[in-house]
């Protein structure tokens, strides 16, 4: 008799236990997938930005012969997976390398992988130009 009030006793505590476990996991779970939402929202906010940003991209128009220009180069930021930001539509910095007196300096700036690769092209025109000169 003892043994089973003893066994009804115990029961009723690990289950109680158990219950308010499960609880509180189910309570933190419906936490996280609050904070989910509002994560995928703001993701989609924010790439809605950096997509209106890209989309109105300057035109840039780049004097290389008055900068004294030496060289045009894309920097990728890199993301936790390793990949380019470029690739998630996160527009990377270009650079452009100049001479300013006797120092060598960069002008970095944003710009989509287009208008660089245009600028690329431009830059190599420019080259071309001043190695025939």
């Not at 390398?97 to 960069?106: A, L, N, Q, S, T």
């Amino acid at each position: 008799m003892f043994s089973a009030i003893w066994n009804g006793i115990l029961d009723h505590v690990y289950r109680n236990r158990f219950t308010a476990a499960v609880q509180a996991a189910e309570h933190e779970l419906m936490e996280l997938q609050a904070e989910l939402r509002e994560v995928k929202e703001r993701h989609k906010l924010l790439s809605a930005a950096i997509q209106s940003l890209e989309q109105a991209d300057a035109n840039f128009a780049i004097a290389f012969s008055a900068m004294n220009a030496f060289s045009i180069e894309r920097i990728p930021r890199c993301t936790i997976e390793g990949a380019t930001a470029e690739s998630y539509g996160v527009p990377c910095k270009s650079v452009v390398g100049y001479f300013f007196k006797d120092e060598v300096r960069e002008w970095m700036f944003t710009c989509s992988l287009a208008t660089h690769q245009r600028l690329v092209l431009e830059f190599k025109e420019y080259q071309a130009a001043k190695t025939k000169n």
